[in-house]
């Protein structure tokens, strides 16, 4: 009998141990567990469909805003915390919803919202030295016979090839980079290849410069979002180079006179084109011939001889990048011009590029 009684006693403890937790499941405790765990496993969709009908909305802010899956954006809730509100505005948490520049800002979280490791760059002083304006808009280079080449939007999975092609013909060019668009992850992430690609550029010889942190249009967001548009992308390749460009070319070129003012305070160059591939429409091997035309034309026009030309290309088209580029490179020499960065074509000696920060990282 007693020996009945030890082993009832024995069950009840077992079954109490496993009971207890169940029975904690509709618990305020277990929603901060369920939340710690999304954070650190953010793949487990499942676990953010579950119903919490059985928590009053007060105990948890991230129920008063819209979950996966839910609408989102303007006259909708907002995301929780972790979740991004997508362009045609639903709540999730893949690269299509998250990524910048289409993600909605302030609506969730967006790849806009991440910050570049170390101390900021926003007290870094910024003299306004050498030749070529600030806060100006550039158009056009100053050399006779100059042709400067330039990307936009990248680093991305072409631009290592793209190196490549620039060293065979022993050019150079100038990437206006991005810090966290499309979906590639932070540049500063040295667990993807960005980073190293973005050093390569430096000691090959090619100009870096800023094309912002996520590529938002600069006319479209508030002040303080400009300077930190600005300021992220300067911590970020500040984190790959020891220091951050002076030159900068706003998204969609656009940026009206108080980003020409804020940019002009942040000490840098505006960089326009006087040259537009428009590689970005002629994304095609069959289309492509139009980007090429544009550049024989402009290099066989008999006059004003040596015209220099400041061209936009992007870095992020696979034709521009293994058709394109090769074909202007040819004509370039053919012409008798030189492939240079944009400094050199506005005869800006290289130590104004960039502003280095020399700060130990503990100040
Ligand atoms: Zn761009």
């Known amino acids: 009998m007693i020996f009945v009684y030890i082993l009832f006693l024995l069950y009840a403890s077992v079954s109490l141990q496993y009971h207890v937790p169940v029975a904690n499941q509709y618990g305020q405790n277990l929603l901060s567990a369920r939340d710690n765990e999304q954070d650190s496993r953010p793949n487990r969709i499942a676990v953010l469909e579950e119903p919490t009908n059985d928590i009053h909305p007060d105990q948890h802010d991230g129920l008063r805003k819209a979950r996966l899956g839910e609408r989102c954006g303007q006259g909708h809730k907002k995301c929780k915390a972790h979740l991004c509100c997508s362009p045609a505005g639903y709540c999730g948490m893949t690269a299509a919803h998250c990524k910048s520049p289409d993600c909605q800002i302030g609506w969730g979280t967006c790849d806009a919202d991440k910050v570049p490791q170390g101390l900021p760059t926003k007290e870094i002083q910024r003299p306004q030295n050498g030749p070529v304006p600030y806060g100006e808009v550039i158009v056009t280079c100053k050399t006779s016979y100059t042709f400067a080449m330039t990307f936009d939007d990248g680093p991305n999975e072409f631009t ?80 790959i180079l020891g220091g951050f460009p002076t030159y900068m070319r706003p998204p969609y070129s656009k940026c009206d006179h108080a980003c020409l003012r804020d940019v002009e305070q942040l000490g840098y160059h505006v960089i326009s084109f006087n040259l537009d591939t428009a590689d970005y429409l002629n994304d095609s091997p069959e289309k492509i011939q139009r980007s090429k035309d544009i550049v024989n034309k402009a290099l066989s026009k008999p006059s004003p001889a040596g015209r220099p030309f400041l061209a936009i290309g992007h870095d992020i088209h696979a034709q521009t990048v293994y058709n394109l580029t090769e074909y202007i490179l040819r004509r370039v020499n053919e012409a008798g011009y030189r492939a240079v960065t944009v400094g050199e074509c506005l005869e800006d000696p290289r130590d104004n590029w960039y502003r280095w920060d020399y700060r130990k990282k503990s100040d």
Do not use: C
């Open 160 to 239: 290592r090839d793209l190196l490549d092609l620039l060293d065979k013909y022993k050019a150079k060019a100038t990437f206006f980079v991005t810090g966290v668009n499309s979906g590639k992850g932070q540049i500063d992430d040295f667990s993807r290849p960005w980073g190293s690609l973005i050093q390569r550029m430096h000691y090959s010889g090619h100009q870096i410069a800023s094309h912002t942190w996520s590529h938002q249009d600069l006319t479209a967001v508030s002040r303080e979002q400009r300077h930190q548009q600005i300021l992220k992308n300067e911590a970020a390749l500040r984190n």
